[in-house]
């Protein structure tokens, strides 16, 4: 038995072997990195490909790499390192002194990950990732003399010279949380390099990467001053200038980028995404439709010309734009869902149903489309076929199961199958409790039911998890309004939604309803027709009407009545004030 283990073991420290130290490429910059680069610590990475000589190894060193093995499997992985590093340092290995590295960084054991990477650098010193490690662990440990010496190392060692060595120090000094600390490492480093560029340059990407963006900015402004229009110094100015909420000047500046290098597309998208985020959708529009033209097949920029197409409500050439994506192979999920969420804009149910069954299972838009599914198939076959449809979709999640709970329940609920949605709700309630989704719907179901004291009850319970939960305050001011006396309390609860939502016409309207119902008719009637100005709709066409006839302005309220009808003919709100009115 002792013979086959020493043959496994040898096996192992050759080319490929169990328990040799993943390849160079997988090792970490620092603590953070060697924390993610040993997640599989328990069950070793695959051998070095290096060329390394053989290492002879006695019983004993055997022994111990046994016992790191072992104990790397069974989760302790301090022991593990321990031994690791024992064998490391009896054999020079340097493959070895990286792996005991690598697992006492998972264990968070720092000192011996210290003594591992030193070992490691003194095996390999022109190993760049060695070195890049033992700067991480040792401005991790405060040792700050000795990691100035290992990142002027790796500056030295930088295989393109100043530009990735500095990039690499920026990169390991912004994991530092000692934010000061960090900076003056960097500076050390830069004083004597100050006429390079790319010192600089990193100097302020550190700047920027630690929040102080008043010394970031002054840095690239300098550089700017010599070298008038890099590009990449412009971007980032531009990032600098948008964290300081200096919004115009970071677009100017990356606009000024892009036009000194109008070829690059990766900085044009950039500059594209920033507009978007910024709401200058117009201008974006203009980035991508260039971008489209100097990257004809790539699906990424024709999505977002689809989606900025739909939003200026040009849904003809979005269409075109959903459709290349199609034929491409490209966002197909996601160009199937828009593609049918058209159709239903265009009252084309079955061409929308053709669509969403062409959203894969694996597509971030697949419950969407089921979902949407199943409310077309409700619309046009019922209910019953429509839960069918929605009992066979198979969720992938726990959100997944969550949302079709929800719109099974919704689908009842337009049925007006109020007892068997409530009892959807209350199922999933149990496989998910105080769920704020659910007991907004099963709120809602109970003022359906006439079930105030139900409403009451999840509304509150929202409350009590969140009690600035405008959807609910808002619900439990207009229900309490509408169906009870309890008209100061409504207005109190309302006056707290429209606090968070001034500017939202439901939120509005109750307001209005509130104050109707405390004889404060003026107030009500401005908020109602400001409600009514932002959106139209029936219900607050309704309210609006019945204000304007307890002013005794009768003829304002039947014309309000009247227009509304022209666009809702069907309305029963309107057709039950009206009936109550006029009879």
């Known amino acids: 038995m002792k013979r086959t283990f020493i043959w496994l073991v040898a096996g192992c420290l050759s080319m490929a072997g169990c328990a040799s130290v993943a390849p160079k490429q997988a090792a970490p910059a620092g603590p953070a990195e060697a924390q993610q680069a040993t997640n599989e610590a328990a069950s070793p990475p695959p051998g070095d490909t290096e060329k390394l000589p053989p290492v002879?190894?006695?019983?004993?060193?055997?022994?111990?790499?046994?016992?790191?093995?072992?104990?790397?499997?069974?989760?302790?992985?301090?022991?593990?390192?321990?031994?690791?590093?024992?064998?490391?340092?009896?054999?020079?290995?340097?493959?070895?002194?990286?792996?005991?590295?690598?697992?006492?960084?998972?264990?968070?054991?720092y000192r011996t990950a210290l003594k591992a990477a030193r070992l490691w650098v003194r095996e390999e010193p022109t190993d760049l990732d060695a070195v890049q490690s033992l700067a991480a662990l040792l401005i991790h440990e405060g040792h700050d003399e000795e990691a100035l010496k290992q990142l002027q190392r790796l500056l030295a060692l930088s295989p393109d010279g100043s530009a990735h060595g500095f990039m690499l120090v920026a990169n390991i000094l912004a994991r530092e949380p000692d934010k000061q600390r960090a900076l003056h490492l960097m500076e050390a480093l830069v004083k004597p390099r100050r006429h390079d560029a790319n010192a600089v340059f990193a100097y302020a990407n550190l700047a920027y990467l630690v929040g102080q963006y008043d010394l970031a900015l002054k840095q690239l402004d300098g550089l700017l001053a010599k070298q008038p229009g890099l590009p990449r110094v412009l971007v980032l100015k531009a990032s600098v200038l948008?964290?300081?909420?200096?919004?115009?000047?970071?677009?100017?500046?990356?606009?000024?980028?892009?036009?000194?290098?109008?070829?690059?597309?990766?900085?044009?998208?950039?500059?594209?995404?920033?507009?978007?985020?910024?709401?200058?959708?117009?201008?974006?529009?203009?980035?991508?439709?260039?971008?489209?033209?100097?990257?004809?097949?790539?699906?990424?920029?024709?999505?977002?010309?689809?989606?900025?197409?739909?939003?200026?409500?040009?849904?003809?050439?979005?269409?075109?734009?959903?459709?290349?994506?199609?034929?491409?192979?490209?966002h197909s999920g996601a160009a199937a869902f828009a593609l049918g969420q058209i159709a239903e804009s265009r009252n084309q149910p079955e061409v929308a149903l053709k669509w969403y069954r062409q959203v894969d299972a694996d597509s971030d838009n697949y419950i969407d489309a089921a979902i949407r599914s199943s409310v077309i198939i409700s619309h046009r076959q019922g209910a019953e076929q429509a839960l069918e449809y929605l009992h066979q979709v198979e969720p992938q999640s726990?959100?997944?199961?969550?949302?079709?709970?929800?719109?099974?329940?919704?689908?009842?609920?337009?049925?007006?199958?109020?007892?068997e949605a409530m009892a959807v709700y209350d199922a999933a309630l149990q496989e998910f409790p105080d769920n704020v989704e659910l007991l907004y719907a099963r709120a809602m179901t109970a003022e359906n039911m006439n079930r105030i004291d139900l409403l009451e009850r999840d509304l509150h319970a929202i409350l009590k998890q969140d009690p600035d939960n405008v959807q609910?305050?808002?619900?439990?001011?207009?229900?309490?309004?509408?169906?009870?006396?309890?008209?100061?309390?409504?207005?109190?609860?309302?006056?707290?939604?429209?606090?968070?939502?001034?500017?939202?016409?439901?939120?509005?309207?109750?307001?209005?309803?509130?104050?109707?119902?405390?004889?404060?008719?003026?107030?009500?009637?401005?908020?109602?027709?400001?409600?009514?100005?932002?959106?139209?709709?029936?219900?607050?066409?309704?309210?609006?009407?019945?204000?304007?006839?307890?002013?005794?302005?009768?003829?304002?309220?039947?014309?309000?009545?009247?227009?509304?009808?022209?666009?809702?003919?069907?309305?029963?709100?309107l057709k039950k004030v009206i009936q109550r009115f006029e009879r």
């Open 242 to 330: 948008r964290r300081m909420n200096r919004n115009d000047e970071a677009i100017a500046t990356y606009r000024q980028a892009v036009d000194n290098a109008p070829r690059d597309a990766s900085l044009r998208l950039g500059f594209a995404r920033i507009l978007v985020d910024e709401g200058r959708l117009p201008e974006a529009r203009k980035q991508f439709h260039i971008l489209g033209q100097q990257l004809p097949d790539n699906g990424d920029v024709i999505y977002a010309e689809a989606l900025l197409a739909l939003q200026a409500q040009e849904v003809d050439t979005a269409e075109q734009y959903l459709k290349r994506l199609l034929k491409l192979g490209q």
């Open 56 to 109: 002879e190894l006695n019983p004993r060193l055997l022994y111990q790499l046994l016992v790191g093995e072992v104990a790397a499997q069974r989760g302790d992985l301090e022991a593990s390192a321990r031994a690791y590093l024992q064998v490391a340092a009896a054999t020079h290995d340097p493959r070895l002194a990286r792996r005991a590295a690598q697992i006492s960084v998972y264990a968070q054991d």
């Open 398 to 419: 726990a959100d997944q199961e969550l949302r079709l709970r929800l719109a099974e329940g919704e689908i009842l609920r337009d049925a007006e199958r109020y007892k």
């Open 472 to 573: 609910a305050l808002n619900a439990l001011g207009y229900t309490l309004a509408d169906r009870t006396k309890r008209y100061k309390e409504a207005y109190d609860y309302v006056k707290r939604a429209y606090k968070q939502r001034p500017d939202d016409p439901a939120i509005i309207d109750s307001m209005g309803w509130a104050l109707y119902h405390l004889g404060r008719l003026p107030e009500a009637e401005k908020y109602l027709r400001e409600a009514l100005s932002k959106q139209f709709d029936d219900e607050i066409a309704a309210h609006l009407g019945e204000v304007l006839w307890k002013e005794d302005k009768k003829d304002a309220a039947r014309k309000v009545w009247r227009d509304a009808l022209k666009k809702e003919p069907a309305s029963l709100p």
